[in-house]
Structure formats: C-alpha cells, structure tokens
C-alpha cells in the first residue's frame, strides 16, 4: 500500500509565558494514497493544528513529518514552499479570495505567483471550471458570487496545479446544510474520479461520512483511526 504523507511521534507545544502547553502529543499516522480522510474531535483537540502540520504550514516541536517520501524538516526553505504550491493544496472554511480579482484570475493566481505562464493553463482552467460548475461565472467577482460558489473557486484554485493531496480545513464550516452537502459532494467526485487525497478537518458527522478514513482526536492524541 503506498502512503503519500508519514508522521513519526508527532508533537507540538506552545509555550505560554513559563509554561509549556501540549497541542499534539506522539501522533502516528499514515495517510494513503487516494483515500479521503476526515478528522474529527472537540473544539481544543487539536485536529486543525495536525492538518497545518501535514501541510507545512507549521512545524511541529518533535517528530517528523514525510509528505511523498520526503522529511518536511530536511528542506531547504525554497524546496518546501514548491512543494506546497505544486504538491499540495489547500482549502479554508472562509474561503480566502482576492475581492477585486475575477473568478479565473483567483484560480489562476498560484500559477501566476508561481511565475509559470497563464497560457500553459487555459485547458486546465476550462476543465477545472467544468467540474466545479462555474464555466458560467468564470468573470465574476467574488462579490457576485454565493458562499457555496466561492467555496468552489477555491476548491478550483486548489486544484489548478495538479496537486497529489488536498487539505480542507472545516470546507463547509460557513455554508448552510444544503450548500454544505453539495461541496462535499464535489470534494468526494475529485476524490474518486481524480484520486486526490482529500485530508479535510470538520465537526461534522455527516461531512465526514462522505471521506473513506476515520480520524478521530481528543486531547492531542489520535483515540480512534479507521
């Protein structure tokens, strides 16, 4: 079975004035390739620090972390932030888009800070537009744009540089319900039909049960893995 992301006794800790205080603690996990994993727990638990530690965002006080058989913490600075443009992308619960940028220039704006040329990717821009269902609003400002409809420019943005993985902190946290269920519905198509991994936090239940992997969290260790 090949795994795309590796951790070895996982920990983070923040240090509050003299006292240290354990977010992570010994974490073990392997991610499989093509799998949609969803992490659960309560508020404090620690399951959004563990997604920013998988996806470089931040780094953790002991442990290591291998993402596609590579130690996060043996790169140099330049190589890590390559591999989080092209490797991996990410989704948030507020969507992050430029208010004054378009709906394609939002999507096409890790290629273009990534200094690659925009005309290399108008095929992958129009396929990408299809499957999230914006070829219509492709000149839309975010502004024009539904919660639900900006949640999918940034489920295209993440997806425009063909990466092996997706992270999605809390995607449907801002969205009513019936919104809701057609963004992961639309996360669990990339997964099958494209074979993401998708690694998603949410509080959820009925989120969750759209992945095909279990993690469960509380009080910094992992008490439940299937």
């Known amino acids: 079975m090949e795994y795309v992301i590796e951790t070895i006794d996982l920990c983070k800790s923040y240090n ?3 006292t240290s205080v354990e977010i ?3 974490i073990n996990l392997k991610i499989k390739k093509g799998a949609f994993y969803s992490i659960m727990g309560p508020s404090g638990s620690g399951k959004s620090t ?10 953790p006080t002991e442990g290591s972390i291998k993402i596609n058989g590579k ?7 330049e190589e890590e932030s390559k591999m989080r443009r092209n ?11 430029i208010p004054n940028l378009d709906v394609e ?3 096409m704006l890790p ?8 005309k290399d990717y108008r095929e992958d821009l129009d396929e990408i537009l299809e499957i999230v269902g914006l070829s219509e609003r492709r000149k839309h400002t975010p502004r024009e744009l539904s919660g639900g409809q900006q949640q999918r420019v940034a489920i295209a943005r993440a997806l425009i540089n063909k990466p092996d993985i997706i992270f999605a902190d809390e995607p449907i946290g801002n969205l009513d319900s019936k919104t809701g269920i057609e963004i992961m519905k639309l996360l669990q198509e990339i997964n099958l039909k494209q074979g993401k ?11 969750a049960e759209y992945g095909t992997d279990l993690i469960m969290v509380r009080d910094g260790c992992i008490c439940e893995n299937r």
């Open 16 to 18: 509050l004035g003299d």
């Open 105 to 107: 220039e939002n999507i």
């Open 71 to 77: 130690e996060l913490a043996a790169m140099k600075d």
């Open 50 to 59: 563990l997604l920013y530690l998988l996806g470089g965002l931040d780094k």
């Open 87 to 97: 490797d991996i992308g990410f989704v948030f619960q507020f969507y992050n888009l």
């Open 24 to 26: 992570l603690k010994n």
């Open 197 to 207: 991994t998708i690694v998603q936090v949410t509080h959820s239940r009925e989120a």
């Open 111 to 118: 290629i273009l800070l990534d200094g690659k040329k925009l």
